[in-house]
């Protein structure tokens, strides 16, 4: 296990997004969807919306029949996508994609897909389609040994999820073998727009900068321009998925939905810049 007590540094796409914003003196925006939703061929587009609105770097979802961490509304979007048949090769196409539209892309997939299909093929495909990187929310640090070999060896970042109940502990180990930046999840449980950020999400970013000087970004539960001004004013990463999920179900016009993501994000955007 002295695997665990290595700290890495990789420069990558998400490294140098993070040295541009922290420039600027502003967070990141980072929209998550699913691939294969609302279609496989409608995904790329409600992307594109989102780069258009403002955001910085985007985070593919491969979708799971058991989503331990996501709340209703991304199952939701997850059990559709699945209905649509997508599979991993879905996935790394839509990241192909998303890589040609010069912003970084990361997937967040649980452990058991990818190792279905196989951690150092998966890692392979990903090197050289240009992803950014991978986060992994239910793959502990124990068992990553060989997968955060791989992620060097591809330069892939290895992004780890923590939580408001991880100990110090483990803050430290978790934080040392992540690169390109540290998940923080604003509450324990599962995802979804909130009306309000949990307040543990302050506390946890400042744990965290107790171990590591890597960016952090915050993810479960900004839905609004306000939240992410709120959250940006602490963390250097604002994750947004279940907000831009909820105006695609919400709208059967297509091209309304693409407005609503669009003008969505820019809100967003607004917020993430609107601090100093």
Known sequence: MGFLNLRIELNTKLSELFAKTKAEKRAALIGYLPAGFPSKLESIEFIKAMIDGGVDAVEVGFPYSDPVMDGPIIQQASEISLHNKTKAEDVLS?????????????????????????????????KSIN???????????????????????????SIFVVAPNTSDERLAQVTKLCTGFIYAASIMGVTGT???????????????????????????????REQAKEVAQYADGVIVGSAFIKLILANTDKQKALADVKQLAQQLSEGVRSVG
């Not at 058991?112 to 150092?120: F, L």
């Not at 992803?131 to 970042?157: F, H, N, Q, Y």
């Not at 909130?194 to 107790?210: F, G």
Request: glycine share 6%; charged share 25%.
């Open 94 to 126: 839509l990241q192909a994609d998303v890589a040609k539209l010069n912003v970084p892309a990361v997937v967040m997939s649980y452990w058991n897909p990818i190792e279905r299909y196989g951690s150092d093929k998966f890692l392979t495909k990903m």
């Open 131 to 157: 992803g950014a990187g991978v986060i992994t929310p239910d793959l502990t640090i124990d068992e990553s040994e060989d997968w955060i070999t791989d992620c060097r060896k591809t330069e892939m970042d």
């Open 194 to 224: 909130r009306t309000s950020v949990s307040s543990q999400a302050k506390d946890l970013v400042t744990r965290i900068r107790k171990f590591s000087n890597l960016p952090v970004a915050v993810g479960l539960g900004v839905s609004n």
